[in-house]
Each structure stands twice: as structure tokens, then as C-alpha cells.
């Protein structure tokens, strides 16, 4: 069922409505909120003040001004960077990250999967050190696979600034790591 249905049912009162939102975009908001945050109860925090928000705002929500996803998303990014402005974060460990995903099948071998796992710590030590604004463009961008516009609704800036902050992250990750090395980062996101 397209989310503009749900939308619709919940807005029209029909509890199931919002058990299914919740059920489709939990996982999703947690994930967001954890790689801005770096912290699994900040997460879980942020997940559910998210579903909190949504339950009172979802009145504002118009689906002529971007998705349903897109505009959850910023609700979660934002009561996210709230959080991390009051207080300050450690690194993120890639180990943590990766929980809940699976190795490629195509790294079947274990001195593969090593490698692979010990080049994804070094990208994502390397994604911790940029600037939060540029830090999260990069995590919405190639961890969760959103196009720049919608990233710009997001984010609430013009696209041509999602534009910039993915460049100079890249600038900074290639001087960091390497232009080889950068470039094999990027394909590997």
C-alpha cells in the first residue's frame, strides 16, 4: 500500500494505519538517527520521538512538497542534530554499523571479508572526522541511498548545497585517505 494511502487512513483516524507506518519505517529511522547520533539510545530516542512527532504533525505533512519517507526523514534529522548539539559524540565504530547487514556474497573468502571489513572501518573513521553538515550528507547520500533532492528536503537547503557538502566531503575524505583510495570508498558506499 503506498504511503500516501496510509497517510491518508491515519489521517482519517485508523490506528492500523500508523501500526503500518510504524512497521515500514522503524528500522529506517532508527538507522538514520543512529548514524547521526552514534548512539543506540539516542537512537532509540530519536526513533520514537519521530513516531511522536508524526502522530501530531502528520497534518502538516503535503505530499506535493516531497514524500512521506522524505519528510519523516527530516523529522528525524533533525530532532537527531538536536540532540548531538547538546552534547558531544564519540566515533562510531564501522563494527556497529554493520550488525544488521550482510557481507557481499561475492566475499566468501575469510581473508576477504577481513580486508573488506577493516577498509570499511577506515572509510568510516574517515566519514566521523567531517563536519556534521557534510558528515550526514554523506550518510543520507551513500549509507541510506537518497537522491540529492530528496536529501535537500531533508536537510531543508537547496539541493546545489547538497551538491557542495557531498563535494568538500569528498575533498576532505580524499585528503584523508588518498585519491585511490577515496575513489574505491565511493564505489564501495
Same mark, same amino acid.
Given at each position: 500500500?503506498? &504511503?500516501?494511502? %496510509?497517510?491518508?487512513?491515519?489521517?482519517? /483516524?485508523?490506528?492500523?494505519?500508523?501500526? $503500518?507506518?510504524? =512497521? %515500514?519505517?522503524?528500522? !529506517?529511522?532508527?538507522?538514520l538517527?543512529?548514524?547521526? *547520533?552514534?548512539?543506540?539510545?539516542?537512537?532509540? &530516542?530519536? #526513533?520514537?520521538? =519521530?513516531? +511522536?512527532?508524526? +502522530? !501530531? $504533525?502528520?497534518?502538516?505533512? &503535503? @505530499?506535493?512538497?516531497?514524500?512521506?519517507e *522524505?519528510?519523516?526523514?527530516?523529522?528525524?534529522?533533525?530532532?537527531?542534530?538536536d540532540?548531538?548539539?547538546?552534547?558531544?559524540?564519540?566515533?562510531?565504530?564501522?563494527?556497529?554499523?554493520?550488525?544488521?547487514?550482510?557481507?557481499?556474497?561475492?566475499?566468501v573468502?575469510?581473508?576477504?571479508?577481513?580486508?573488506? *571489513? @577493516?577498509?570499511?572501518? =577506515?572509510?568510516?573513521?574517515?566519514?566521523? =572526522?567531517?563536519?556534521?553538515k557534510?558528515?550526514?550528507?554523506?550518510?543520507?547520500?551513500?549509507?541510506?541511498?537518497?537522491?540529492?533532492? @530528496?536529501i535537500?528536503?531533508?536537510l531543508?537547503?537547496p539541493? /546545489? *548545497?547538497?551538491?557542495s557538502?557531498?563535494?568538500?566531503?569528498?575533498?576532505?575524505?580524499? !585528503?584523508?585517505? /588518498?585519491?585511490?583510495? #577515496?575513489? %574505491? $570508498?565511493? $564505489?564501495?558506499?
Amino acid at each position: 500500500m503506498p &504511503d500516501a494511502d %496510509l497517510v491518508a487512513r491515519f489521517r482519517a /483516524g485508523e490506528a492500523d494505519a500508523l501500526s $503500518a507506518l510504524f =512497521t %515500514l519505517y522503524k528500522d !529506517k529511522v532508527f538507522r538514520l538517527a543512529y548514524l547521526v *547520533t552514534r548512539s543506540h539510545q539516542d537512537a532509540q &530516542d530519536v #526513533t520514537q520521538e =519521530t513516531f +511522536i512527532r508524526l +502522530i !501530531k $504533525a502528520v497534518g502538516s505533512f &503535503d @505530499e506535493r512538497k516531497g514524500s512521506f519517507e *522524505t519528510w519523516l526523514y527530516a523529522i528525524a534529522v533533525n530532532l537527531a542534530r538536536d540532540g548531538l548539539r547538546r552534547q558531544k559524540r564519540s566515533l562510531l565504530s564501522w563494527d556497529l554499523l554493520e550488525e544488521d547487514r550482510h557481507i557481499s556474497k561475492q566475499a566468501v573468502y575469510p581473508e576477504r571479508i577481513s580486508l573488506t *571489513t @577493516e577498509w570499511q572501518q =577506515t572509510i568510516w573513521e574517515a566519514v566521523n =572526522t567531517l563536519e556534521e553538515k557534510q558528515r550526514i550528507a554523506v550518510v543520507l547520500r551513500y549509507y541510506l541511498d537518497l537522491p540529492c533532492e @530528496e536529501i535537500a528536503h531533508v536537510l531543508s537547503c537547496p539541493e /546545489g *548545497t547538497v551538491h557542495s557538502r557531498l563535494y568538500y566531503a569528498r575533498l576532505a575524505l580524499e !585528503k584523508r585517505l /588518498g585519491d585511490e583510495k #577515496t575513489s %574505491l $570508498a565511493w $564505489a564501495l558506499a
